[in-house]
C-alpha cells in the first residue's frame, strides 16, 4: 500500500493573528465610525443618567419629610406614602392668578421717571446755548 495523499492546509490556519489584509475595503471606515459614534454617545448616556439607586431616593424622601415636619405641613410621616413629590414641593395654589409665584410687585414707573428728568435736563442744556 503507497499512501501519500496529505490533507491541505486551510489558509486561515497561514494566517497571522491580528494582521489583518493589506487594503481598505470600503465598508471598514464606515463601521469604524460608527463604532466610534456609539461609543461616545453611550459613554455620555451612561454618564448623564440619573441616580436611582435606592439610597438617593431614600435620602431625598427623607430629606422631603423633615421639611414638611420644619414647616409644620407633617405632624406624623406615614408608612408607604411618598413625601418628594411635586405638590408637597411646590405650591401650586396662587393667591393671584396672575401672579403665581407670589413675586413682590415692582413697579417700572420709577425707571421711567428718572429717564423723564435726565431727558429734560438735556433739553435745559440745549437752552443755554
Known amino acids: 500500500m503507497a499512501g501519500g495523499g496529505h490533507q491541505p492546509v486551510s489558509r486561515s490556519m497561514e494566517a497571522k493573528l491580528f494582521e489583518g489584509h493589506p487594503e481598505n475595503e470600503g465598508w471598514e471606515t464606515t463601521i ?46 406615614v408608612f408607604g406614602v411618598h413625601y418628594d413629590t411635586p405638590e408637597n414641593k411646590y405650591e401650586f395654589e396662587s393667591k393671584n392668578p396672575d401672579n403665581p409665584f407670589d413675586e413682590e410687585e415692582d413697579d417700572d414707573d420709577d425707571d421711567d421717571e428718572e429717564e423723564e428728568e435726565e431727558e429734560e435736563e438735556g433739553d435745559d442744556d440745549d437752552d443755554d446755548e
Open 32 to 77: 469604524y465610525v460608527t463604532y466610534a459614534a456609539s461609543l461616545v454617545l453611550i459613554t455620555f448616556a451612561l454618564g448623564f443618567a440619573p441616580d436611582t439607586s435606592i439610597k438617593t431616593w431614600a435620602s431625598s424622601e427623607a430629606r422631603a419629610r423633615l421639611e414638611l415636619q420644619a414647616k409644620g405641613k407633617l405632624d406624623q410621616p
